[in-house]
């Protein structure tokens, strides 16, 4: 979990996923950096953003499937939803 900061926007948390998407690329060698930034609907390309990581949800894993996946990014959030809701 990480809480965003846009300067023109305020602070959000977010999920954050850094690693290589072994479900996609299992034999990538570069490590990406994706946000999910929780109830935000707009575009934040080309926007600066400051990141403050405050918990860690998991380790990085391969699933099978692209719904397995999906599932446990949803519960990845809820999980996010939570912390936040503590802090």
């Keep these: 979990m990480s809480r ?10 977010a999920a954050i996923s850094v690693g290589r998407r072994p479900t996609f690329y299992a034999d990538a060698g570069l490590s990406l ?10 575009d ?3 926007r600066k ?5 405050t918990h860690r949800l998991r380790g990085q894993e391969r699933f099978d499937a692209v719904d397995d ?3 446990q990014m949803r519960l990845d959030v809820e999980r996010v939803r939570a912390l ?4």
């Design 33 to 42: 950096v994706e946000a999910y930034v929780l109830d935000f609907d707009g």
């Design 49 to 53: 953003a400051r990141v403050r990581f």
């Design 69 to 71: 996946l999906i599932a």
């Design 4 to 13: 965003a900061d846009w300067l023109d926007s305020g602070v959000r948390s």
């Design 84 to 87: 936040a809701s503590e802090e």
């Design 44 to 46: 934040l390309y080309g």
